[in-house]
């Protein structure tokens, strides 16, 4: 398939659980990829993996100077920029909010929402450029709710919600398009091995069995859903959020032996 030949994407956290997937997905498509990260060696690893058509960028989006540096590089490489993934992240250990000190407070919002911005504001003039494009913000289903012992995480997921939206009003009238996915409880590392300080992974304390899909997510759940809001196919779309997460937010299933 060739969904999207003639557009070139970076994707922040690109050597991550779901980030690689959506690395893969894209290039598979057709898509020239840029894989943004801190990992060289795996960012190098997965580039090579891929071959023609991607490429490994050091990318730290807490700062300004790297995200003009891996735009100016993927501009040199592939000619445009069209599609910006807001991928990467990163999460707290599980402190209540007396107990979380500043520079873990400071280093999530950096990373998650400060990188987030970062990369919106460097990638536009970008998009501009390439005469419009997609910017795609991966956020959580904790931007829905409150979560206790993760309020820095909560804090900057919530906020990535209104700066899509208002990136969206923005950049409309530019043939850019702005929205968020908000994953669940997707098994990657994120969830399956402890956070930096955390002494348990997420999926040591939660189960998907009691909900309408009784099983954790897969990247793949996610990618399908970017595939689609960076494609033509939603070209009527902006400013809009998608949950995916099996349910969970609705709350336990019925059971069928109770009916």
Partial sequence: MSRFAHQTVLVTGGTG???????????????NVVI?????????????????????????VSREESWAAAVAETEKTFGALTVLVNNAGVQNPPAL??????????????????????????????LRRAGG?????????????????YAPYVASKWAIRGLTQTAALELGRDSIRVNAIHPGVIATPFITEPAAGAHAPIADFYSPEPFAVPRLGQPADITALLLFLISPDAAFVTGAEYVVDGGLLLGPALQKETV
Avoid: C, Y
């Avoid at 659980?17 to 898509?31: D, I, Y």
């Avoid at 400071?106 to 536009?124: E, M, P, Q």
């Fill in 17 to 31: 659980g779901q980030g690689a997937s959506h690395v893969r997905a894209l290039h598979a498509e057709g898509a």
């Fill in 36 to 60: 943004g990260a801190l990992d060289a060696d795996r960012g190098a690893e997965l580039a090579a993996e891929l071959g023609d058509r991607a490429r490994f960028v050091h990318l730290d």
């Fill in 97 to 126: 909010i007396e107990a979380t000190d500043r520079a873990t407070w400071a280093r999530i919002l950096d990373i998650n929402l400060t990188g987030t911005f970062l990369g919106i504001k460097a990638a536009a003039p970008a």
């Fill in 133 to 149: 494009g997609a910017i795609v913000n991966i956020a959580s289903v904790m931007a829905t709710g409150g979560t206790a012992f």
